[in-house]
């Protein structure tokens, strides 16, 4: 599976959307890209994924390039609840969805 | 309807004891997954199973560590001869199937702390 870059930790102002950038710049043509969060003391949580149209849920927005380099996760108005380590994953399609987890964003939403 | 369920929650042992961890997945799910979590880092992949054999046990650190899952629900992770090391958080997941595009659905873990 591709290599993903994101930054160690971001903030946001609550009310206000947050952005959450990731670099996959190796991604192949048949690798989707997964976003999990994982709330403190609990299991990562599936948000929302996609393959290369920009795709929209209760949850979240993911904005992917034209390229597939890179995605955005856009939470539209961030609450308290949503501070959380964030985790971009590429993954190949129909490769027993193992996931790869890398060091992912720690995202702190302030009041 | 009830998620995947992990026992214990918190298991405290002394090093070179042996530990057993359950995973209970969401009913009808045919996959299964552990993974390790370290104190800030990521959740480490350590095996899957798809029904009742293991499809993947790559991510074993080594030969004291297996896991089971003989009727094709329930899974247990074994550790024997355990060591400081060994310390994390183990975390259970299931999905309806393997391949296409679906989702894992993690449970709370379980904190292994050994001294």
């Known amino acids: 599976d591709a290599k993903t870059t994101q930054p160690p930790s971001m903030d946001c102002a609550e009310g206000r959307a947050a952005n959450l950038p990731c670099n996959h710049s190796?991604?192949?043509?048949?690798?989707?890209v997964y976003w999990y969060r994982q709330i403190h003391s609990q299991g990562p949580q599936y948000i929302i994924h996609g393959l290369k149209n920009n795709e929209t849920n209760e949850m979240a927005s993911l904005i992917i390039t034209e390229d597939r380099k890179s995605s955005t996760l856009i939470l539209p108005h961030a609450t308290l609840r949503d501070t959380a380590v964030y985790y971009c994953i590429v993954r190949v399609a129909n490769a027993g969805n193992m996931l790869t987890f890398g060091g992912g964003t720690r995202l702190m939403v302030k009041p | 309807g009830a998620g995947v369920s992990q026992t214990p929650s918190n298991k405290v042992t002394e090093k070179g004891k042996y530990v057993e961890l359950r995973c209970d997945p969401i009913s009808g799910h045919t996959a299964l997954y552990w993974y390790r979590q370290s104190l800030g880092q990521g959740p480490e992949f350590l095996i899957y199973?798809?029904?009742?054999?293991?499809?993947?046990d790559s991510g074993l650190p080594n030969d004291r560590f297996f896991a089971v899952r003989p009727e094709g629900s329930v899974s247990t992770l074994k550790i024997q001869r355990t060591e400081r090391g060994d310390s994390a958080v183990y975390l259970c997941a299931s999905s309806p199937r393997t391949g296409g595009t679906g989702e894992l659905f993690f449970g709370e873990g379980s904190r292994l702390t050994v001294l």
């Open positions: 190796t991604i192949s043509g048949n690798e989707y």
């Open positions: 199973f798809q029904g009742t054999g293991a499809a993947d």
